[in-house]
Each structure stands twice: as C-alpha cells, then as structure tokens.
C-alpha cells in the first residue's frame, strides 16, 4: 500500500492495483501547486464531506478517469447529477470493493456543497485489506465515536488525522 499526501487533506492510496483519491482539492491549493490535476489517476474517490476545500477537482478527475465516488447520499447523489457513478455509504455502513472493504464513521463537523446544496453529515474512513488498515478522519472534532473504531475494525496501522 502506498500513500502520498498532496497537501491540505488531499491524500491518495495505491494498493492492490486501485488508485484511490481522497477529497481531491489540487487545483486551488497552494501545497499542490506543482501537481497536474490531469495526471492524477483515481479508480475511487472518497469524499469525507461536501466543502470546496475537499471537492474542488472531484468532478473533472472522476469524469476523466470514471471514477466511483464514495461518500455519504447526498454527496453522491449530487455527483451522480454532474455525470458521475457512486457508492452512498450511510455511518456505520461498509462495503467491500475490489481493492478492500470501506466503513464510514463519524465526523463532527459541517458539510455544504459547493453550490449551496446540503451535504449530508460529514464522515471519516476505516479502510482495511490484507496489506494495511487506516483511518482517514476527515474534518473533525475529537470525538468519542473514535474508540469504537479499534473494536469494530481490524487493528490500525495508522490514522491521516486533522
């Protein structure tokens, strides 16, 4: 598994041969700035919750690679509007996909789309296969919802932490 971080919260994940995004805000952010946006390659990408430091570029990488979005309903759903397939998640579901199993958690903060259209409430993600389990918390406060995490996950090995 391979991690690369291209600053602010923007985070991808190589592992069983999947490219996986998260929130992708590459073009406006000032610690990507010798990133190209159209080169990232993202099979997945996962969204935590719907500001535009998070979503910025989710729209033109998930059109020009097909990516799935995973994130909560309304996330989706606005997604599915602009042309793009997904994977609602509600917190506390998981799924697995062909590159390990997602469950999304809790998160407290706010999340509003871009345009103004409700976000839904915000999560993090445990992700796990046979090479590595994290958690990626997304915008959050400290919560009490994090020690359930290691009693219905495998153990981490690490966490991406705001």
């Not at 929130?23 to 990408?45: H, M, Q, T, W």
């Not at 397939?85 to 903060?109: E, I, M, R, W």
């Not at 090479?131 to 919560?143: I, K, Q, R, V, W």
């Amino acid at each position: 598994m391979k991690l690369t971080y291209y600053g602010h919260s923007t985070f991808a994940v190589e592992t069983k041969g999947k490219h996986i995004l998260f929130d992708p805000f590459i073009s406006p952010n000032e610690l990507a700035k010798g990133i190209d946006v159209n080169k990232l390659r993202a099979d997945y990408l996962l969204i935590t919750h719907g500001h535009g430091d998070h979503v910025a570029d989710a729209e033109s990488i998930g059109k020009r690679n097909k990516s799935k979005v995973v994130s909560n309903y309304e996330i989706v759903s606005w997604f599915e509007q602009k042309g793009l397939s997904g994977h609602p998640l509600n917190h506390g579901g998981k799924v697995n996909f062909d590159f390990g199993t997602v469950k999304y958690v809790n998160a407290v903060h706010s999340s509003v789309l871009p345009d103004g259209t409700y976000g839904g409430n915000p999560g993090g993600f445990v992700i796990w296969n046979d090479e590595a389990c994290f958690y990626l918390a997304g915008d959050t406060a400290l919560t009490m919802d994090m020690k359930l995490i290691p009693l219905t996950c495998p153990r981490l090995d690490f966490a991406i932490l705001p």
